[in-house]
């Protein structure tokens, strides 16, 4: 499989990161580039192979383990937003979403 | 000093022969000499190093403290630091200041080792060569022209250079054992889930782990016993006993079965690789080891199906840098679509953009089933050919890396070629097993050459000891780079 040009455009979208028409070509190919190598994953025959989503299940057969459902963290809201980019009054600031 | 184990600085710790005052000095001066050439170090905080000095020696002095009590420790720049900046190699992070600490930072704390910075490395992990960062390259100290590996680029240059006697790393798909290769020093990835992930910034969740990397085996133990253990905050730690990283190293090579894929030892490794890590072999053999050759057959296919799953769950991690909670934010956005946009457009490399949009794309609507799912089929394939190669073997050894440090800018222009170089340390990578990487000696332009040794799960211990013998017997761990002479 090989993208297009409106493909890189969709991705770009969808991922929310800004290409300029510039640098869309090389991206283009360099991606394409990378889709050839993975291609190879096409041709083997899988089936009746479950899919494998974590390097330990073998060994944890059970799966995800969950916590007990109560509160366990302090509150540190002003601690995180001290890193924030802008915040006001305890909310985070954007742009205006809704005229 | 400077060349000494973990070992040797802590007898001398103990021993009043030096302070970790006048230790950590030491290596801020050897840092300070030489980062402006190596460039190894992103953030460097004497201030706070010798405050972490101080506190060991007042705990030595109490006849307190432990094996590594005083001894500096640089960490990669993906562990969380609380009061010192994080930036993981991005212009995203460049500013950030974490409010807590990562699990890895808290246990060396609690070891009382001293901080003493924070190392270089491919932005967010991605990379082979450490010329991603948002820093600038970290150039090898065996040949300052050539890449000393990535992505833990900075902290295997820093080791080698002898600008801290151990560091720690992040292997997702070869990030801790390709540049210990690649810069002639020891490094061990772990068994997935034996370190834990909190506060370490996420690159493919399913594939990080976090390890060390030092000069010797007999080191790497010592770090493990402060890095390993159960978290409850990371949900794929493993809940085991604590176990003694260092138990078997002075374990016998009697009648180790030695697993040798049959696919490590083929066409497209460099001869001088092959030579050296053949020899190695026959070391051990006669040592009373017994070589059994073994099938990993779907090797070829490791490198696609590594990068079909790191890409897809890259690009879902990094979906958090938003411009809105912490990191980068772009100037004056119209709306919230364009402050994401230029946010990210800004924040992120050329790199890093790649594998985002790859990443959206092998997860996108119509495409997800032939390339995620079928990735994951083949990584189950893919770990099955270990599962089998255990039952006829304790250990497989082959190459860390087809070839040995290649010059800055010679794979830049290709991405593929840069991940193809990843083929021999992905596969334990998506099986989850353990894995180190130790110098097995030179290449005629005379860069180091590492050798893999890969166990079962869980099976460090046993790889730390036969890594162990085999540097009783060698000092290639304790040659020191041309570049950087003591």
């Known amino acids: 499989m090989s993208l297009s040009p409106d493909q890189i455009e969709r991705l770009a979208r969808l991922a929310r990161i800004a290409v300029s028409p510039a640098e869309s070509e090389e991206l283009r190919m360099q991606l394409n580039r990378v889709l050839e190598l993975v291609d190879q994953l096409q041709s083997i025959d899988t089936a009746g192979i479950e899919p494998m989503s974590h390097a330990l299940e073998a060994l944890l057969p059970s799966g995800q383990r969950l916590r007990p459902d109560v509160v366990s963290e302090p509150d540190r809201r002003a601690e995180f937003q001290g890193v924030a980019p802008a915040v006001d009054a305890g909310l985070y600031l954007v742009p205006k979403v809704i005229e | ?486």
């Open chain 2, 1 to 486: 000093m400077l060349n000494a184990t973990l070992a040797e600085l802590a007898s001398a710790l103990a021993a009043k022969r030096i302070s970790g005052v006048e230790l950590t000095k030491l290596f801020l001066a050897r840092i300070a000499a030489l980062n402006g050439t190596l460039n190894a170090f992103i953030t460097v905080d004497e201030e706070r190093s010798l405050a972490d000095a101080r506190a060991a020696d007042a705990l030595r002095a109490r006849g307190e403290g432990g094996a590594l009590t005083g001894i500096p420790i640089a960490h990669k720049d993906i562990y969380c630091t609380r009061g010192i900046r994080t930036t993981c190699g991005s212009r995203m992070l460049a500013n950030f200041v974490s409010p807590y600490d990562a699990h890895v930072i808290e246990r060396f704390a609690a070891a009382r080792a001293v901080l003493l910075g924070k190392t270089n490395m491919d932005e967010f992990a991605m990379g082979s060569s450490n010329e991603t960062s948002y820093f600038a390259p970290v150039r090898n100290p065996w040949d300052l022209q050539r890449v000393p590996g990535g992505s833990s680029g900075g902290s295997a240059a820093a080791v080698a250079a002898r600008m801290t006697p151990a560091a720690t790393g992040t292997d997702t798909g070869g990030s801790i054992r390709q540049p210990a290769a690649l810069a002639g020093i020891s490094g061990l990835k772990p068994t997935y889930g034996a370190v834990s992930r909190y506060g370490m910034v996420a690159f493919a969740s399913s594939l990080d782990q976090g390890g060390p990397l030092a000069k010797s085996a007999a080191d790497l133990a010592l770090l493990m016993n402060a890095m390993a253990g159960h978290d409850t905050r990371d949900s794929t730690s493993v809940e085991r006993p604590a176990e003694d990283y260092t138990r078997s190293l002075g374990h016998s090579l009697a009648g180790l079965r030695i697993g040798l894929p049959r696919e490590y030892f083929a066409a497209g490794v460099e001869p001088d690789v092959l030579a050296r890590v053949r020899e190695t072999v026959a070391w051990f053999e006669s040592q009373g080891a017994r070589p059994v050759e073994i099938g990993l057959r779907n090797t070829r296919l490791a490198v696609p199906v590594y990068y079909v799953l790191a890409l897809a769950e890259a690009s879902s991690n990094l979906s958090r840098f938003d411009g809105v909670r912490y990191g980068h934010r772009t100037s004056d956005p119209y709306d919230l679509l364009d402050l994401y946009r230029r946010t990210r457009a800004e924040g992120f490399g050329a790199e890093v953009k790649r594998r985002i949009l790859l990443g959206t794309y092998v997860l996108s609507h119509g495409y997800y089933d032939a390339y995620y799912l079928q990735a994951q089929k083949v990584r189950r394939l893919i770990a099955q050919d270990f599962a089998q190669a255990y039952r006829e073997c304790d250990v497989i050894m082959g190459p860390t890396a087809p070839g040995t440090a290649f010059p800055i800018g010679a794979k830049s222009a290709d991405p593929v070629q840069m991940y193809l170089g990843d083929i021999f340390t992905v596969p334990a990578s998506l099986a989850g097993l353990p894995a180190l990487s130790v110098p097995c000696g030179f290449d005629s332009r005379g860069l180091p050459v590492g050798l893999q040794i890969t166990g079962n799960h869980f099976a460090e211990a046993t790889l730390l000891g036969v890594a162990h013998r085999y540097q009783q017997a060698h000092d290639w761990h304790l040659r020191v780079p041309k570049e950087t002479p003591l």
